[in-house]
């Protein structure tokens, strides 16, 4: 059954994928390419973030004893790090909040990835939920993050002109967003 595209793999095999934009970032000086691997990050986590908002949450709620209150806890997390990520959208590679933002951010999604993965949240999802159901709401996450670009459109440019500009352009965070949830981007 475990074929790695079952919720719980789906999700784990992302934990995996963010801690390794962290090894990225720490292994670099350079302000522009820490800049975009930021961006990348940035994309990645907020897909993650509203995929299992759209999924794994709403399951979580409904076979959990302790359900509810286990997913305001996670949701609560979720809004802590997009205020984070946000103001760290805003912040060139070598402003010198840059990086104690980032610790920040890290420090918050290892925190996550912890207790997701051991002892609340996948174990017991895994033993309530049916294999069939498990699988299911892992195709559900795959098509959903499809939706979503993990770059930013090199076509969309980062700062408009200031003339022409009409009310903030969105960021990354919430472009992915409006992507996965059916919302105009525009
Ligand atoms: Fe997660």
């Known amino acids: 059954m475990a074929d790695g595209t079952d919720m719980v793999s789906v999700l784990v095999t992302d934990h995996e994928e963010i801690k390794e934009f962290f090894r990225q970032i720490e292994s670099t000086s350079d302000p522009e390419e ?43 997390e979720h809004d802590e790090a997009e205020r984070l990520f946000k103001r760290w959208e805003d912040m060139a590679g070598d402003d010198p909040e840059f990086l104690p933002t980032y610790q920040k951010i890290r420090d918050g999604l290892l925190h996550h990835i912890d207790e997701e993965e051991e002892p609340k949240l996948f174990p017991q999802m895994q033993a309530a939920l049916s294999p069939e159901d498990q699988q299911d709401l892992g195709d559900k996450l ?9 770059r930013p459109h090199p076509s969309m440019p980062k700062e408009p002109p200031g003339d022409m500009l009409v009310g903030v352009p969105l960021g990354v965070f919430d472009r992915v967003r409006d992507l996965m949830s059916g919302r105009p981007t525009d």
């Open 34 to 76: 820490r800049r975009a691997i930021a961006d990348r990050l940035t994309a990645e986590v907020a897909r993650h973030s509203v995929a299992e908002e759209m999924f794994l949450y709403p399951a979580a709620r409904k076979v959990l004893p302790d359900g509810d209150a286990l997913v305001d806890e996670e949701i609560e």
């Open 142 to 150: 795959t098509k959903a993050k499809k939706l979503a670009p993990t």
